[in-house]
């Protein structure tokens, strides 16, 4: 089993910043990827943004050259910096890990962009 616990998430203004965590514990070396979704009111979960074990990053089109993935493996942590945000970007922001026979979910953390 992996337990993920998400952090970081509130209230900013457009264009403002937030850096996401999301801690892994338990069966972590299990784990060769983890990945940041969002669900906004009334749509469906987006992928966000994904790294590997080797630290290759995807990102979604409405989030490149915004939004940073990155892990600390000493951490068990992953981060998602969110830069530059948007009124579009407000949405509940989960963490995902996958591992070979399963996937595991965060408790998600809200993200509003608001003036």
């Known amino acids: 089993q992996v337990q993920l616990v998400e952090s970081g998430g509130g209230l900013v203004q457009p264009g403002g910043s937030l850096r996401l965590s999301c801690a892994a514990s338990?069966?972590?070396?299990?784990?060769?990827?983890m990945g940041w979704y969002r669900q906004a009111p009334g749509m469906q979960r987006e992928l966000v943004a994904s790294v590997s074990g080797g630290g290759t990053t995807n990102y979604a089109d409405s989030v490149k050259g915004r939004f940073t993935v990155s892990r600390d493996n000493a951490k068990n942590t992953v981060y998602l910096q969110m830069n530059n945000l948007n009124t579009e970007d407000t949405a509940v922001y989960s963490c995902k890990a996958f591992s070979l026979t399963n996937h595991y979910w965060g408790q998600g953390t809200q993200v509003t962009v608001s003036s």
């Open positions: 338990g069966s972590i070396r299990s784990i060769y990827a």
